[in-house]
Structure formats: C-alpha cells, structure tokens
C-alpha cells in the first residue's frame, strides 16, 4: 500500500489509507432499500462515471462493472453536513483538521459533501475566498463555501454580488458574538439582510448576544470562576434566545429568509418555532453536540477533559438535548451539522488559566451520520426516509444543489453510502481520523454502521478502510434564490399595496 498521500501526522493508522482499488468508473450495488427523503424502495443502483444512471430492480450489467452487494442494508445519499470549519484561524490559533484530514473523516463516517465557512481577510471577501481555495486544494470530497461578513461598506457589499455570480457561494453568515473579533452590529446586520436579499443569497446568524457574553464573561472572572464552566455560565440560553429573537426579527422586517445555525437551547428553538408558525421563513439548525450532549462535561474536574466539551453556544443542561431532537422530529428544526471545528488539547489548554482563551469548539463531521440515526431513527423519533432528509436532501434543497445532491435518483450525483442498520458503531478518540486527540464522543456505542461511502462513483471506505486521494475532491458551486425565496416578490408587492392604501385616503378625503 503506498502512502505517499498519508500526511504525516494525519493520526489515523497506516491500514486505513491508500489509493482507491476500484480502477472501474462503473458501479452496481446490488439488492438494498434504496431510502431517499420522499421514499424508500427495494432496488439497484447503477452508477457510470460519477453519475447514477439507473434506479431499478434486477439491473443487469456487463463483467468489467465493480458489484456491491447491500442486501439487507439501505442505500442512501452521503451525507451533507452544512457546518464545518477546516483550516479555520480562530482564537489565536487554527483548527487542527484541514481540508483533507477533516474529509477523511467525514468519509469514514458516510458524509461526502460538506458547507464551510469561508473567513473574510481583513474584512476582504475576494481575498478571503483565494484563501480558502489553496487551504481547499487537497481536498478529497465535495465542498462548498458559506461567507462569512465581519464589516460593512460598499466594497464588501460589492464583493457579496461577486461571490454569488461569479464564485458559487449563496448564503453569508453574520456573527451576532465574539465581541471584538468576528461580531457585528445590529445596523450591519440589517444591511447584510438587506443585501443578501436583493442578490437571492440566504442570510445566516450565530445567534447570541456578544455584548452580553462580554459583560457575562466579565461576572465570571470577577467570581472567581475560571475554568471551562465558566464558558457555559457566562452565556446562558437567556442570551441565545434573544439573538435568535432579534435576528428572526430583523429578517421579518427585511422580509427575506433566515437560517439560524447552531441551535444549542429551548430558548432559540421556540423562537424558530414561533417564527415559523406565523409563517416566516425561518431555518434552525441544531448540531451533534447539542442533539446528543449535555452540559456535564463541562465540569469535570480535569481540565482537558472538560475543555474538549468548550463550543459556543454552549452545549446546555440536560432537557435541551431532548427538546431539540423533539423540535427536529417534528420539523420545527430541519436539519443537522456539526460545526466541526476541532482543537487538540494543547490549543485548548491556551485556556488553562482563563475558559475565555479556550478555542471554540468540538469534532462530530465523522460522528454525525451516526450518532443523528442511533438518537433518532433506532430511538423511533423519526423514519428512515426522515433520516436521509435532515442529514443530506433539506441541505442540498436550502442550498439549492437538489437533486444533483441529497437524493439518489437518475442523474444524481453518486454520492452514496451503504448503511447496515444491524452491525453497530463505536467512538473512540483512538480509532478516529480526525487528526484531534480527544473526542467528545468518546466511547459512545450504537446501532448502525455506515460500511460503504462513494464519492462521485468512487468507493472511498470499505472494510473499515478509507482509500482517500488528497486533490480529487470537487468544489460544488451553488446557485442563488433557493426555493426559499420563492414568494418574496410577491408579499414585497403586497406590502407596498398595503402603504398605498391610507395614502389614498388622505388624498381623497381632502
Ligand atoms: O464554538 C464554535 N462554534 N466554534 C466555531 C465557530 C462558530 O461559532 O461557529
Ligand atoms: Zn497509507
Ligand atoms: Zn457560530
Ligand atoms: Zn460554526
């Protein structure tokens, strides 16, 4: 086995990586229950050149195609995590998967396609974008980029119509906390709705009041209380569902949609789910931790333990989880990331002293697949065909890449895994290939085992063994004016009609 392209260090055993053993650019999985998000059906997948070609029962081929059986396993689309974070310089320090050891990962887990975000450089989007294209060029599965915007003024909101009609990126991302660094004000958060609106591109907050975490954050030193508890203390769910509330309405007023990412409390669920019952346009976005962590970690007493559990928002006390999966279930919530933003416990320990200098965040791009259907589908919260839609085909759909991604129909993409949902999983910082050395989930077991990833018609895990090339992976542009915004013209005319009206009666009364 070569292993000219196992980088040093990735941290994952020396089996596990290699080049890909199928030379055949033609692919039958034979005899599984195919699940997309509106339907399931026993069939054959045929795939050629990257490209699902056939969906059928008893599809016939020649000798050269390469045959995987799943029968008794579901053939679904790969995974679509729309929140990561690889290479990101955050905290004074960056994250220590790139854009291949953090695919890696996601691939032995069944994700193929992932959404990062896309950090400006001194507030410049062009140059933020070449940025993330080099940190990207050793990717090994699809990818797409969010924006960031961290100022305003005409050069940046001139960058925004670049990014969209030249650069592939359709949703920007506006940081409602990390005071001093990435946050911005109210005004400019209403002139990036403003914006985002016009060039069809969907608006997304991290919803927490960062003036507030300050003052929060301040309360705690002055306590006395230093250590990662402090993090959670400092920032209370009080705090995200005021940013969430704000936000939801910003965008109401604006009149465009709002996708709310990271959803970590009962605080900002309930504000989504407000929002939405009155018919706005609102997305929630939970994460792994939030779904399936609670607080407790966060006050062990060793420190590097409890600092792997440091993320903002905060993971929540216990009863926040299962009101997230109960919000997920019933479509208040509609889909889930990660977040994955690792830091190895020498970056995090750069808060040994102070929980303020801890780096944000936790893995989960390889865990998710997982975790989301032991927690959902083996609890009987949801279907599997519910399943395949909140980890891959509401991704594609909000970010306007379905049904090339997040289905397996003709024509689709072949991003594909084969699922066995009587083998079962289990987590270890150990065995993961995530270059961090903790894991959140760390000895974690369950149902279910995503055996066989594809990425664009090549198998890349198999047998506990990935077959990744660093540079095959594919930037996936996406397009503008989600079906989200779909009626925004016409309730913009139906509010204007509506300030004609008492104008026309001054005038005819007089
Ligand atoms: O703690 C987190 N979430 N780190 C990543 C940055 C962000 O806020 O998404
Ligand atoms: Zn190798
Ligand atoms: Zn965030
Ligand atoms: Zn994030």
New binding site residues.
């Given amino acids: 086995q070569s292993n000219q392209f196992c980088d040093a260090g990735v941290g994952y055993p020396e089996s596990t990586c290699g080049f890909s053993s199928s030379s055949s650019s033609k692919l039958l999985i034979k005899g599984g229950t195919v699940l997309n998000a509106h339907q399931q059906e026993v069939a054959d997948v045929y795939v050629e050149d990257g490209i699902i070609v056939a969906v059928k029962p008893n599809i016939k081929v020649d000798e050269d195609v390469t045959l995987l059986d799943a029968t008794g396993k579901y053939v679904m689309p790969g995974g679509i995590d729309p ?1 990561t ?1 690889l290479a ?1 310089e ?1 905290m004074g320090t960056e994250t220590i998967d790139d854009f291949f050891s953090g695919q890696a990962a996601a691939l032995a887990g069944g994700t193929t396609m992932h959404i990062d ?1 896309v950090i400006p450089v001194n507030g410049s989007l062009v140059t933020g974008f070449e940025a993330y294209k080099k940190k990207a060029k050793k990717s090994c599965m699809n990818y797409g980029f969010h924006m960031a915007i961290t100022k305003w003024d005409e050069s940046v909101s001139r960058e925004m119509e670049i990014m969209v009609k030249e650069k592939g990126i359709n949703s920007f991302k506006f ?1 409602m ?2 005071k001093g660094s990435l946050m911005i004000s109210d005004e400019l958060l209403l002139q990036g709705l403003e914006r985002c609106k016009s060039l069809g591109a969907l608006a997304m907050v ?1 919803a927490e009041n960062g003036d507030a975490v300050f003052e929060g954050q301040k309360r705690m030193i002055d306590l006395g209380i230093t250590g990662p508890e402090g993090h959670a203390l400092s920032r209370p769910p009080v705090l995200e569902g005021e940013a969430t509330a704000r936000a939801i309405r910003l965008a109401k007023f604006v009149n465009t949609p709002l996708y709310v ?2 959803v970590m409390s009962i605080d900002a669920m309930e504000e989504i789910a407000r929002a939405r019952k009155s018919g706005q346009k609102v997305i929630g976005e939970p994460v792994v931790s939030g779904l399936v962590l609670n607080d407790s970690g966060l006050w062990d007493p060793d420190f590097v333990t409890a600092a792997k559990y ?3 928002p905060p993971i929540r006390e216990s009863g926040h989880d299962k009101a997230l999966q109960a919000a997920l279930s019933t479509g208040v919530l509609q889909l889930v990331g990660t ?1 994955h ?1 690792t830091f190895n416990s020498t970056q995090k320990a750069f808060g040994i002293d102070d929980f303020r200098k801890i780096p ?3 893995n989960g791009i390889e865990e998710r697949m997982h975790l989301v259907w032991d927690t959902m589908v083996e609890s009987g919260q949801i279907s599997v065909t519910d399943f395949v839609r909140i980890t891959s085909t509401e991704c594609a759909r909000i970010f306007n890449i379905y049904p090339r991604k997040g289905a397996i129909l003709v024509g689709s993409d072949a991003d594909i895994i084969i699922f066995n949902p009587n083998s079962s999983f289990e987590i270890r910082a150990s065995m993961h290939h995530s270059r961090t050395d903790t894991n959140v989930y760390d000895g974690r077991k369950g149902k279910g085992k995503v055996e066989v990833t594809i990425v664009g018609g090549r198998v890349v895990w198999q047998d506990n063994e990935l077959k990744v090339v660093p540079g095959s992976g594919k930037y996936i542009e996406m397009p503008p004016f989600s079906y989200l915004f779909n009626g925004i013209d016409k309730a913009d005319a139906k509010y204007l009609s509506s300030l004609q009206a008492p104008v026309k009666r001054y005038f005819t009364a007089s």
Avoid: E, K, L, T
């Fill in positions: 929140h974070h990101m955050f975000f940081f906390a990390y991290h990412v990271h440091v993320m903002s977040d933003c944000n965040g936790v």
